[in-house]
């Protein structure tokens, strides 16, 4: 399935690290794409509808109180 682009959006993972939300794969349960700003680098990264990152520690989890992640799920949602 394919990814559909969204403008980027800026947000803080549950461990504080910046990060960005840049599509939404409606082909996978780990639907939110996009970048963690990471001590290590800019890691990609999928995120599900909890907002967690798939194979990666739990600081790089999404915040889900923020509204840039509510606005998100709602726009996936209506997909």
Do not use: Q, Y
């Amino acid at each position: 399935m394919p990814v559909f682009t969204i403008e980027p959006m800026t947000t803080t993972t549950v461990g504080g690290f910046p990060a960005t939300i840049s599509g939404i794969n409606t082909g996978s349960t780990d639907f939110i794409v996009g970048t963690i700003d990471a001590p290590a680098g800019v890691l990609k990264a999928m995120w599900d509808s909890g907002g967690v990152c798939r194979d990666s520690n739990p600081k790089c989890n999404l915040n889900t109180h923020t509204n840039e992640f509510i606005e998100v799920l709602e726009a996936a949602k209506a997909l």
